[in-house]
T-cell receptor, first 113, second 113 residues
């Protein structure tokens, strides 16, 4: 079975631009979470969505938003990009209950110039 | 709020030597704990998880971890290091609601021939 997939693999943007990152969960998984991993650090939680509803939000500004579609895929949007937004953005999927393990995709490497 | 501390951002061992990666957690309730591994330019792969069933948890690739409540620790070990074990290792704790993981800063394991 296919794992979590993310697109694009790499992305280069300039300050002030907007970006959309996409994630497809493992088949049968209904929950998607987003994490930001700055170089040299551990991932930081941004959002979790379950059944198309936001179930958790980390300490990120309102420039960050996300949504989940009926097929459980998800988009992460970042507006007004800053240099500090440069990071690896990881998507994780899980079945959906609180005891489930999160499985991570390969990530999208975003570079903001 | 949960937190994770990984002692030692870099650990170097010889091939065949014992691997010990340290993780201490802070949690107000019985924790769910995880170890993930990240190879260069890849996402996170689950090594093992503790969910209160047994204090000694066996994972993939010969790794195991022992949960010690009195020490609030969940250290990762492997009896004999392989060159292929060279990677970044992250310890994580899940929050009460089960919707987010809090990661440590990571430990880069280097294996010398």
């Amino acid at each position: 079975d296919a794992g979590v997939t993310q697109s694009p693999t790499h992305l280069i943007k300039t300050r002030g631009q907007h970006v959309t990152l996409r994630c497809s969960p493992i088949s049968g998984h209904k929950s998607v979470s987003w994490y930001q991993q700055v170089l040299g650090q551990g991932p930081q939680f941004i959002f979790q969505y379950y059944e198309k509803e936001e179930r958790g939000r980390g300490n990120f500004p309102d420039r960050f938003s996300a949504r989940q579609f009926p097929n459980y895929s998800s988009e992460l949007n970042v507006n007004a990009l800053l240099l500090g937004d440069s990071a690896l953005y990881l998507c994780a999927s899980s079945l959906g209950t609180i005891t489930d393990t999160q499985y991570f995709g390969p990530g999208t490497r975003l570079t903001v110039l | 709020a949960q937190s994770v501390t990984q002692l030692g951002s870099h650990v170097s061992v010889s091939e065949g030597a014992l691997v010990l990666l340290r993780c201490n957690y802070s949690s107000s309730v019985p924790p769910y704990l995880f170890w993930y591994v990240q190879y260069p330019n890849q996402g996170l792969q689950l090594l093992l998880k503790y969910t209160s069933a047994a204090t000694l948890v066996k994972g993939i690739n010969g790794f195991e971890a022992e949960f010690k409540k009195s020490e609030t620790s969940f250290h990762l070990t492997k009896p004999s290091a392989h060159m292929s074990d060279a990677a970044e290792y992250f310890c994580a704790v899940r929050n009460n609601a089960g919707n987010m993981l809090t990661f440590g800063g990571g430990t880069r394991l280097m294996v010398k021939p």
